[in-house]
């Protein structure tokens, strides 16, 4: 017997009788009088009996205190009210006869069809007890520095993969799953990444990670992930053996891994090409403190490229990138004197760069530097100051204020997390950023920047005030609080100087300030401040999204690209398998799609089909975009 079965329940013991054959149930309880004449003669059958009679079942009551199911409990009691419903209806029909038959056959009839909803208001209540299928959640991991130097970018790429987990759930992007963001702290350190493996490896919920954004912590990371089967994506590792190894260069080291930036390969290239070609440099001195994997570096490919397009290279001075040893730097800043170049080539941390700044003017070397991605921090123009204007930096991260698809991600982000600080006093004319929002500002999407008090804690926040070391100039880290783009331009030998609507508008503002006393000009005078207001929101609003670290953006697609995988996987399975996970990589590899930084696709080695790299200018302690390459 099915537990379930209302035809069961009610030919168990303890269920109301069914009238035996001939039996009249009615005939020692009700007197049916020759005559009715009202319905306020009908007299209800005894109530000890209909009570007895209605009583659940013995095995329902007893099921019920062995604590069954809420819906199963519900059952139960469905089919006792159905049973007894018939068994009274039974009764009624053979009194039917008579008058007073007839009018209880109506209000048995009345119950009858009240029955459905009573066993529909008491299952929908079982579920919401808890009886009705379980929730299904599915983790993305986010392995990323949330302390520390780099902790700007980190808390950026946390929050941008927090957008994007929030925007799959309110949607429901993933039907019957609901989606949560585990984030470890690695430290930008090879044993922090090791840890955050481990953690994401036994995590029975996890579909994917985001991260890790060093290289050096990928390297420790890859193995334990992968052979949990987990798809990883990087936003920003930029060492080629991650996806290619020179004596191997058929196999993929790591089958589930895949990343969104370019590598050190394109970086070198590029800034090689610049170098030489655009810059007219032909004397490179070179100094190395990148990290050494075992491998060539990106100072010794850069020195390689140079020499190919025809640039002497004196030398490769190998440093401690990380360190800002004061006799190190001192000896490196002789030495370069010494070769007399006319452009050096900075692979180092941001802090042992601006200290090599001040030691160049030092020893009266005056030369112009071209860096690498670790220099693209507030910490190298704060300790280099002016020494850096016209400084040349490549990067593998294109600034969300360079990038078309951007808006919707810096006005969501921006709502989302509080503005980014430290915008005050950006603007090329020294005013507050403040002042400029205060009058109506807006971002790329047109709409309104959130006010300060939104702003999230200092970790979220990028601040620009920590410095990445030199072993993770490949992480990502760098805060670009200082970053700026549209207000000026660069000469072809990578000096800034202000673009002509920057000095069109300064002009229209130095003439809406001297007409502002001729009254006769007052509908011209009010025209021109709209203008020149519009200027400055425009340049706000680049402000506002180059202050969020070009990181984010990446980690946000790399989120949707697992989202998207899971979306196409995870339905129909009641829980996160190995072989889901496998599925999920299966389509990682394959999805193509258009996402904030460009088209989003994997060639078969897990690297980004079209990745790029972004050169900018230093002006005034600021980043600001001179273009962007191919990495082909």
């Known amino acids: ?241 991650l996806t290619e190894r020179p004596e191997a260069p058929d196999d993929r080291p790591y089958p589930t891994y895949f990343r969104l930036s370019g590598t050190d390969e394109q970086l070198s290239a590029v800034a090689a090409d610049y170098a030489v070609h655009t810059l007219g440099r032909s004397r490179i001195s070179v100094v190395d403190g990148s990290p050494d994997y075992g491998m060539i570096t990106l100072a010794e490919r850069f020195a390689r490229d140079a020499r190919e397009a025809g640039a002497t290279v004196p030398a490769v001075h190998r440093v401690e990138g990380g360190s800002t040893d004061d006799d190190e730097i001192e000896k490196t800043a002789r030495a370069i004197r010494d070769e007399a170049p006319d452009l050096v080539y900075l692979a180092t941390g941001a802090a042992f760069a601006g200290e090599l700044r001040q030691a160049f003017a030092d020893e009266g070397v005056s030369v112009q530097v071209l860096g690498a991605d670790g220099l693209l921090s507030h910490d190298y123009v704060e300790r280099a100051q002016s020494l850096a204007d016209g400084d040349v930096i490549t990067d593998l991260s294109v600034p969300a204020s360079q990038l078309p698809s951007a808006g919707a991600f810096v006005a969501a982000y921006t709502k989302r997390f509080g503005a980014p600080e430290g915008l005050d006093n950006l603007l090329p004319d020294g005013s507050s950023a403040g002042s400029a929002s205060e009058s109506g500002s807006t971002g790329q999407s047109g709409q309104n920047s959130p006010s300060s008090e939104n702003s999230p804690s200092g970790e979220n926040s990028p601040s620009g005030e920590n410095s990445p070391s030199g ?22 030998q990578g000096r800034v100087q202000p673009s002509a609507d920057t000095r069109s508008n300064q002009r229209r503002g130095d003439g809406a300030a001297g007409a502002a006393a001729d009254s006769s000009g007052s509908s011209d005078l009010s025209e021109q401040e709209r203008a020149v207001q519009r200027s400055r929101d425009a340049e706000l609003a680049v402000l506002r999204a180059d202050a969020i670290p070009p990181v984010a953006a990446y980690a946000y697609d790399a989120a949707r690209a697992l989202i998207r995988a899971a979306a196409a996987v995870l339905p129909g399975r009641t829980e996160v398998t190995k072989a889901a996970r496998a599925a999920v990589v299966d389509a990682v590899g394959a999805g193509e799609y258009a996402g904030v930084t460009g088209r989003i696709a994997f060639d078969a080695r897990g690297d980004l089909r079209s990745p790029r790299v972004a050169l900018y200018s230093v002006l005034a302690e600021r980043f600001v975009p001179l273009q962007v390459e191919a990495g082909d």
């Open 471 to 492: 072993e993770n100039r490949s992480s990502g880290e760098n805060s670009q609080s200082g970053l700026s783009g549209g207000s000026e331009t660069a000469t072809p």
């Open 1 to 241: 017997m099915t537990r379930d079965d209302p035809e069961d329940v009610a030919a168990s013991p303890g269920s109301p009788r069914a009238p035996r054959h001939g039996e009249d149930p009615a005939s020692e309880d009700l007197q049916v009088p020759g005559d009715v004449r009202k319905p306020d003669d009908v007299q209800a059958p005894d109530e000890n009996q209909a009570s007895d009679e209605l009583q659940a079942p013995d095995d329902v009551q007893s099921s019920g205190e062995r604590g069954a199911p809420p819906v199963g409990r519900a059952r139960l009691i469905a089919g006792a009210v159905m049973a007894a419903a018939r068994a009274v209806r039974r009764w009624v029909g053979r009194s039917a006869r008579t008058g007073r038959g007839r009018v209880l056959l109506a209000a048995v009839t009345a119950v009858a069809l009240a029955i459905p909803s009573v066993i529909g208001f008491l299952l929908v209540s079982a579920a919401d007890d808890g009886g009705g299928v379980p929730e299904r959640v599915a983790s993305i991991g986010v392995m990323a520095p949330l302390s520390g130097a780099s902790a700007d970018a980190g808390s950026s790429v946390r929050n941008a993969v927090t957008l994007a987990v929030e925007e799959a759930n309110r949607d429901g992007t993933v039907p019957g799953w609901k989606l949560e963001v585990v984030a470890h702290d690695d430290l930008s350190r090879p044993d922090g990444g090791a840890a955050g493996a481990d953690l994401f490896a036994d995590n029975e919920r996890m579909i994917g990670v985001v991260g890790p954004l060093s290289s050096s912590v990928a390297m420790v990371s890859l193995d334990r992930l992968g052979e949990a089967g987990l798809p990883v994506i990087s936003p920003s590792n930029a060492e080629p053996t």
